[in-house]
């Protein structure tokens, strides 16, 4: 363990790793393991964002990923090959079309999101409870000090909840107007 005095290169490198474990082993390697559709992480990203978000138009799975409108419809249109989404015109309005997860779509999603939950549990299990409360206080320290300092990166790194959106948030609990989407 390092001294008291802040050693601001060890905090990058510590935060650089604690990044690259979460995106390397909860969320990439996980979707190589599990999607035998050959998926892309961003494509499971949009998927796990119309699981979220009901009845999505590609227009906001395009907002909600921050790519352009284009990028979100190539992507789409590879998942509607793999068979994971559908696309409907809105019947209401032919200028949005929304996009659904087949059945297929919505048990894969599904899966990688239970398998990541076990997996991080699995680690935050092996720590002591003390260890457990000083790393999500910590965590939460950080997020809500980096948002007090830049308030744009709301949008920037709010995680588009849908419908399991709660207010068991850091983002929400700062700012209740924001709300979440």
């Not at 979460?22 to 190589?32: F, P, Q």
């Not at 590879?78 to 409907?88: A, I, S």
Request: net charge negative; aromatic share 4%.
């Amino acid at each position: 363990m390092k001294t008291v005095e802040l050693d601001y290169e060890y905090a990058a490198r510590v935060s650089n790793l604690f990044a690259q474990i979460l995106t390397k082993s909860l969320s990439e390697r996980l979707v190589a393991e599990l999607t035998h559709e050959e998926i892309t992480l961003p494509q499971l990203q949009a998927m796990r964002y119309i699981w979220l978000h009901r009845n999505a138009t590609v227009g906001e799975v395009a907002e909600g990923l921050d790519i352009s409108y284009p990028s979100a419809t190539n992507m789409l249109n590879r998942l509607v090959r793999k068979g994971l989404v559908t696309r409907h015109g809105n019947p209401a309005d032919r200028r949005f079309v929304e996009v659904q997860l087949t059945e297929k779509g919505e048990r894969l999603t599904r899966q990688v999101e239970e398998e990541r939950t076990a997996r991080l549990k699995q680690v935050l299990d092996e720590m002591t409870p003390e260890d457990r409360h000083a790393l999500i206080d910590g965590l939460r320290a950080f997020i809500v000090t980096a948002v007090e300092s830049d308030k744009q990166m709301i949008e920037e790194i709010c995680l588009r909840c849908g419908v399991q959106a709660n207010g068991n948030c850091p983002i929400t609990e700062l700012y209740p107007t924001v709300g979440c989407r």
